[in-house]
């Protein structure tokens, strides 16, 4: 949520509009989770794509609005398309995977230097978040970010921090934007988001899905609903629906049945979770905006610190991609724009071009993700 509100920020859509942002994803990925857990009787959740949202917030400032929302449901009805056609491996063969994952490095690397120009501007509530994370995180604790995010909210709560009196209570009231289509904030935009969300977040959902004893999801039929629940959503301000990966490592475990058929269930129960959060989207966007910067950033920061590690790793590796992924990371991170389009599309053309040139890679070959 923290990364949706920064990227709403930049795109100054204001409260309202990312109130209407929440509402859609959070309603999109709901109805979408109970729909797949009951068709096809697996824990399949979905959610927003938060390294889609992470992009977002380096780039969404240099579009009108209306196209970035043309850009989603452009990168939708592609996601459907994919669906519908069952090409899933082969489109994601197109890219190695490093270079896919030195982009998305890029892409977070500003949420990185967030955190650490937050400490001198808030030492009293950033310092005692990191010690809170570092803490907890060699303690085992699966979500470290939450355990520090709750003390930086509660620090700044009792420094008066915090403004309560912004909060307005009340159902969600989403915002339709009529999309525009222009081809700058497609190929700016829509195309990294596509990329970044079939990677990052299918690619490796469905992989927690196989290591939970589902060996064979139903990966068309997953994605083909994921681009219809964007599509519709799109208007809105959805950023794309797909596969979640941290909530889905909780309801495919044992934890959630010990009976794998029976498990289920718990997908279904998460998607009303979900729709719940929509729809008190208007009275979460509204705390948001009473929050310090100062602790937005530090949220932002750490929230994104395993994603960034896991992403920089990914991006080195592969031996024969190494390289690859190292530019695409800098081109990425480097916030230039180049013929109006911004660094996300120029990180994945550079890697790719790259790529292609390693030693010993096939004419046009690339690594798929597992999937």
Not at 35 to 63: E, Q
Not at 71 to 79: E, N
């Amino acid at each position: 949520m923290v990364i949706l509100q920064q990227a709403s920020d930049a795109a100054g859509i204001g409260v309202e509009g990312f109130g209407s942002w929440l509402a859609a994803v959070a309603i999109g990925g709901g109805v979408a989770s109970i729909a797949l857990s009951l068709v096809y009787r697996m824990p399949i959740m979905c959610a927003w794509s938060t390294p889609g949202a992470a992009l977002l917030v380096t780039s969404i400032a240099d579009y009108p609005y209306s196209a970035v929302i043309g850009a989603y449901v452009a990168a939708a009805l592609v996601t459907l398309l994919v669906g519908v056609t069952g090409v899933f491996r082969r489109l994601m063969a197109l890219v190695p995977e490093p270079v896919v994952m030195g982009v998305l490095a890029g892409v977070l690397f500003r949420f990185g230097v967030g955190l650490v120009t937050a400490v001198p501007d808030a030492p009293e509530i950033v310092v005692p978040m990191i010690a809170a994370y570092l803490l907890t995180s060699r303690l085992g604790y699966r979500a470290p970010a939450i355990v520090a995010i709750a003390i930086g909210v509660l620090i700044a709560a009792v420094l008066g921090r915090i403004a309560p009196e912004t909060v307005h209570a009340g159902l969600s009231d989403p915002v339709f934007t009529r999309p525009t289509f222009a081809l700058d904030a497609i190929v700016g935009i829509g195309l990294p988001l596509f990329v970044l969300t079939m990677a990052a977040q299918n690619a490796t959902g469905f992989g927690v899905l196989r290591a939970s004893g589902y060996s064979d999801p139903p990966i068309d039929g997953v994605i083909a609903t994921t681009g219809l629940a964007s599509l519709l959503t799109a208007p809105f301000g959805a950023n794309l629906i797909n596969l979640s990966v941290l909530t889905a490592s909780y309801v495919t475990l044992p934890a959630a049945h010990p009976d794998p058929r029976r498990r289920y269930a718990a997908g279904v129960a998460a998607g009303v979770i979900f729709v719940v959060v929509g729809l008190a989207a208007t009275a979460i966007a509204t705390l948001f905006a009473g929050l310090p910067s100062e602790l937005v950033a530090a949220m932002g920061g750490l929230g994104m610190l395993g994603i960034l590690v896991s992403a920089t790793g990914g991006a080195v590796a592969a031996d024969r991609y190494r390289e690859a992924g190292v530019v695409a990371l800098l081109v990425t991170a480097s916030d230039v724009t180049i013929a109006g389009i911004g660094s996300p599309f120029w990180g994945l053309v550079a890697g790719a071009v790259i790529a292609r040139l390693a030693p010993g890679t096939p004419h046009g070959a690339g690594e798929a993700p597992p999937a």
